[in-house]
C-alpha cells in the first residue's frame, strides 16, 4: 500500500509541476500576444496618424512647391539644371510634350523611379495642374515624395495650358 501512496503521490508532483510549466507558457502566450495586439494597435494610430498628416501635407506640400508656366518657361531659357518629368500615359506624352521634358506615366513610377536622380531638382507635370483634385502631377509628386525624393516641383497648370501659352512643345 506505501507503494500506491508513493505512486499516486508521484502523479500528483508530476501533473501540478506539468500544470505550472503550462500555466508558465500560455502566461507567456497571453503576455506576447497582447504585446502583439497593442503594437498593432500602436501602427494603426501611427499609420492613421501619417495618412491625416499626409493628406494635410498634401494640401501644403503641393501648394508651397509648385511652379508657374511662367517660371517653368524662365527655368528652361536660363537652360537650369533640373528634370521635367511627364507623367502623361505614353501615348499622350508621344503625341506632344514639353520640349525636353522625360516620360514616366504615374501608373509605372514606382517601377522606373531609379531612372531619376534624387540629387536634381524634378518638376511633375500632367494634362491638368488642378492642385485640389487627384491629378497625375499630385500622384507622382506623393510617390516620388514617398520614395525620398525631396527637391520636388509641380507644374500649377497642365500641358494644355503650356502649349495654349505657345510654349515650345515636341
Given amino acids: 500500500m506505501n507503494k500506491k501512496i508513493i505512486l499516486y503521490i508521484t502523479l500528483l ?7 505550472i510549466v ?3 507558457y500560455f502566461a507567456e502566450e497571453l ?3 497582447n504585446l502583439f495586439l497593442n503594437q498593432e494597435d500602436s501602427n494603426e494610430e501611427i499609420a492613421t496618424d501619417q495618412l491625416s498628416s ?10 508651397s512647391s509648385k ?3 511662367e517660371d517653368l518657361k524662365k527655368k528652361i531659357d536660363k537652360k537650369d539644371d533640373f528634370i521635367l518629368l511627364d507623367v502623361r500615359d505614353e ?3 508621344n503625341k506632344k510634350h514639353i520640349s525636353g521634358s522625360q516620360s514616366i506615366p504615374v501608373d509605372i513610377i514606382d517601377s522606373e523611379y531609379h531612372k531619376l536622380s534624387k540629387d536634381e531638382e524634378i518638376i511633375v507635370y500632367c494634362s491638368s495642374g488642378c492642385s485640389s483634385c487627384s491629378t497625375s502631377s499630385t500622384k507622382a509628386y506623393n ?7 525631396s527637391n520636388l516641383m509641380k507644374l500649377e497648370e497642365g500641358f494644355p495650358e503650356w502649349q495654349d501659352a505657345g510654349y515650345p512643345v515636341e
Avoid: V
Wanted: hydrophobic fraction near 35%; avoid cysteine; aromatic fraction near 6%.
Fill in 13 to 19: 508532483i508530476i501533473i501540478s509541476l506539468l500544470g
Fill in 22 to 24: 503550462l500555466g508558465i
Fill in 31 to 33: 503576455s506576447d500576444r
Fill in 54 to 63: 499626409n493628406s494635410s501635407s498634401e494640401e501644403s506640400t503641393t501648394s
Fill in 67 to 69: 511652379i508657374s508656366l
Fill in 91 to 93: 501615348e499622350e506624352y
Fill in 143 to 149: 510617390k516620388l515624395k514617398d520614395l525620398g525624393f
